[in-house]
């Protein structure tokens, strides 16, 4: 017998039953089996179970939710598990797409985000009311890469009575996986580092089937499913996965000690480095001295300062998204974070000169080499 290696990549939003009564079975989920892709489809459920397995080895009981986009899982989530009346505490500075689904989207239905410092526990603990339902956080906050106390956040959450939620997108489980650590649900935009490679969309929801259930039922009726061809190129991706991420990671951690001290750059922001604020946390979090591929530099000049310096990258690509190949560079307050206002971008310590580097697999000297010329064309 034979089975193939690659993951088959079954093309149908429909299946045919052999009886009528299998198909009612099936659809009233009393037995398993596919019956339209927007609900399951095999190909998204073996991606989904993939990132199962590495978010908790050897876990079966932790399953995973495949969604057609990062913000798909993240609103589905949030939906799934929040009422009218119920509050959120969530970072100040989170992605921007999360922070207008929090401030503009979830306020319509009654949900009341309370956007704080959440790496500041006692801050957590006071903003804590009966209706706390839920804490929200990044494993390594974008673009800011301030890294929570997640055990502590769990202990708050529970005693609350609520769910810790972590986006785990800049650290894929190959640096940390917050479930080990108190967290009830993660979530990933599988975009960036599980695909890889730039050419594919989707996320993910994983946890136990308790607190996995209400965000199955918001993804199918909200329809945030993943297409079986976006759910092959993720599954491939995941092969190389442990190798991308230690590779990038390597690699971030040197540009990141070079570029501190240059005279263009007010500040460099990495978990890896002893002045970041959280580089403890880190250390007792992520696994094997990985820090993560992200890299946060406040340029002097402000907001032009950080564009002429964007403007001036030759090997780096002036691009969205992250966690790919690619070495990629944005600047947070005109692009990934446009949604916030000056009082906003404040509030979650980004910067008018904050730019995001997401470094990709290229040669470390010629990345170093081209933010060093692009550094100097600014000083
Ligand atoms: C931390 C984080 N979470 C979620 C998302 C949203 O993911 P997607 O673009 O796949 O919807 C992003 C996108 O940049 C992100 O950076």
């Known amino acids: 017998m034979s089975r193939p290696l690659g993951l088959p990549v079954v093309r149908s939003s429909a299946f045919a039953f052999d009886n009528s009564h299998d198909y009612s079975e099936v659809l009233g989920g009393r037995k398993s089996g596919y019956s339209y892709s927007r609900i399951d489809n095999p190909t998204a459920v073996a991606f989904a179970a993939a990132v199962a397995a590495l978010e908790a080895p050897g876990c079966d009981d932790v399953g995973a939710e495949p ?156 329809g945030g499913c993943l297409a079986p061809d976006e759910a092959f190129l993720l599954h491939r991706g995941l092969q190389t996965l442990a190798l991308r991420v230690a590779r990038q990671c390597a690699t971030a951690a040197v540009l990141a000690d070079k570029l501190a001290g240059h005279p263009t750059v007010a500040r460099v922001r990495y978990p890896g480095l002893p002045s970041h604020p959280q580089h403890g946390t880190a250390r007792a979090l992520f696994h094997d001295g990985l820090f993560g591929s992200l890299i946060t530099v406040d340029v002097h000049g402000g907001r032009t300062g950080a564009m002429a310096f964007c403007d001036a990258l030759r090997t780096v690509a002036i691009a969205t998204s992250l966690g790919s190949v690619h070495s990629k560079v944005s600047h947070a307050a005109s692009t990934t974070h446009r949604q916030l206002d000056d009082t906003a971008l404040a509030a979650a310590g980004i910067s008018p000169g904050q730019v995001r580097l997401s470094v990709g697999v290229e040669d470390p000297e010629e990345l170093l080499a081209d933010l060093r010329q692009a550094f100097d064309a600014g000083s």
Not at 135 to 164: C, F, K, S
């Open 67 to 222: 969604f057609g986009s990062g913000m798909a899982a993240i609103s589905a989530t949030l939906l799934g598990h929040l009422e009218a009346g119920d509050e959120v505490i969530a970072p100040a500075g989170c992605y921007g797409g999360t922070w207008s689904l929090l401030t503009r989207w979830l306020p319509r239905w009654g949900i009341h985000p309370v956007l704080i410092d959440i790496t500041d526990a006692a801050a957590v603990r006071a903003a804590v009311t009966p209706r706390t339902r839920m804490i929200y956080a990044e494993t390594i906050a974008n673009p800011t890469l301030t890294v929570p106390d997640l055990p502590t956040l769990a202990q708050i959450a529970h005693q609350a009575g609520g769910r810790l939620v972590v986006d785990s997108t800049f650290a894929t489980p190959v640096i940390c996986r917050p479930l080990e650590h108190g967290a009830d649900l993660v979530l990933h935009s599988a975009t960036k580092f599980f695909g890889g490679h730039a050419d594919a969309t989707g996320g993910v929801a994983i946890g136990r089937s308790e607190h996995l259930g209400p965000v199955r039922e918001a993804r199918i009726d909200l």
